[in-house]
């Protein structure tokens, strides 16, 4: 079956999509020198899916992924393409890939990006495996996605030089993270900075975490306080909208607000982003000459597994309640 499957697929392009992540090089680079090794043709596809649609492919070699693994965001850029979302423009993406030769796709990319590889897999029966390139870290079926690690420790950096300041002058901090819908980042974060709480979408919708946390679990003794909010309508209008509730209900806080926004997706991937992308290259140009479609490369307990693009985007990935837990107990 494989040899069959190595003849059919000598052509593969590569392409990265919505929002960057750091590791996406290091998946690039990964993937490239797979498929080489495999003496298969490569495909740089430039700015997502919205390259194909305008024709931006460029041959690649073992060279033009030289010296990218520790560089952050994406050197084939990126771009959210509305284009892809209708028919018409699907149908220009696979006229450019038959223009090009390509019999099979890789696609780096999160929740939306996945969704687009799924539906153009369906309508053209073309053979496309995904990376999950996100860091937010809300894919279902791995245990973690490319970039996650690094704009967990990005965080963690800022949150340590904010803390300074709140330390300094007794203030309740709310500090926005992203994360869009899903409360890893802000979550672990605060593990990981010592922050007193984390106000996350998972909880939100089951009750007000905001009262239960100064009204039970605020520690009165406590001069300053750091309070982690994933953005967004869920969680209250994360951070600023957390911190007008407070300074109404209750004043007796001095209050302050800071908004990472992107400087959480940049930065040179950390080591472990950096191996888990390279994995999880290699992983998928192994799953195309196993004949697997459709299918998202994931890590599971430190083994690659492959996840039905179906499940991945589907499916919503819980959080784990010992981790709350944990965080409840240390910051007390
Ligand atoms: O999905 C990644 C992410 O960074 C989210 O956390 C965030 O909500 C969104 O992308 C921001 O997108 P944009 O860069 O297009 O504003």
Do not use: W
């Amino acid at each position: 079956m494989r040899e069959d499957i190595m003849s059919a697929i000598q052509c593969i392009g590569i392409l990265t999509s919505g929002g960057d992540s750091p590791g996406m090089n290091a998946a690039i680079r990964a993937v490239t020198r797979a498929a080489l090794q495999h003496s298969m043709t490569v495909k740089g596809i430039y700015h997502g899916y919205k390259g194909l649609i305008t024709n931006q492919v460029v041959n690649f070699q073992t060279r033009d992924v030289s010296n990218i693994i520790q560089r952050g965001g994406t050197i084939l850029r990126t771009a959210r393409c509305e284009e892809f979302r209708t028919p018409e423009g699907r149908k220009k993406a696979y006229e450019c890939l038959q223009e090009h030769g390509i019999n099979a796709l890789v696609v780096i990319g999160g929740d939306g990006s996945l969704t687009g590889a799924r539906i153009f897999a369906q309508e053209f029966n073309f053979p496309i495996v995904g990376l999950p390139g996100t860091i937010d870290n809300d894919l279902y079926g791995t245990d973690v996605t490319i970039g996650y690690d690094t704009a967990l420790n990005t965080i963690m950096e800022c949150v340590d030089k904010i803390r300074d300041t709140a330390t300094s002058h007794e203030r309740l901090f709310f500090i926005e993270v992203m994360g869009r819908e899903a409360g890893f980042l802000a979550l672990n974060g605060s593990i990981a900075s010592g922050a007193e709480a984390a106000i996350i979408p998972e909880i939100s919708s089951q009750r007000d975490q905001l009262s239960d946390m100064i009204e039970h679990s605020f520690n009165t003794s406590k001069t300053s306080s750091i309070v982690l909010v994933t953005e967004g309508e869920i969680t209250g209008g994360g951070a600023a909208g957390v911190a007008e509730r407070v300074k109404k209900e209750y004043p007796q806080f001095d209050v302050r607000v800071s908004i990472l926004g992107h400087l959480q997706r940049g930065g040179s991937p950390s080591a472990q982003d950096r191996i888990l992308a390279t994995r999880m290259g290699v992983a998928a140009i192994d799953a195309l000459l196993d004949d697997q479609r459709n299918v998202m490369i994931g890590i599971h307990n430190d083994t690659i597994v492959h996840v039905p693009f179906s499940k991945a985007i589907k499916n919503i990935k819980s959080i784990n309640t010992d981790i709350m837990r944990a965080l409840e107990i240390v910051s007390k």
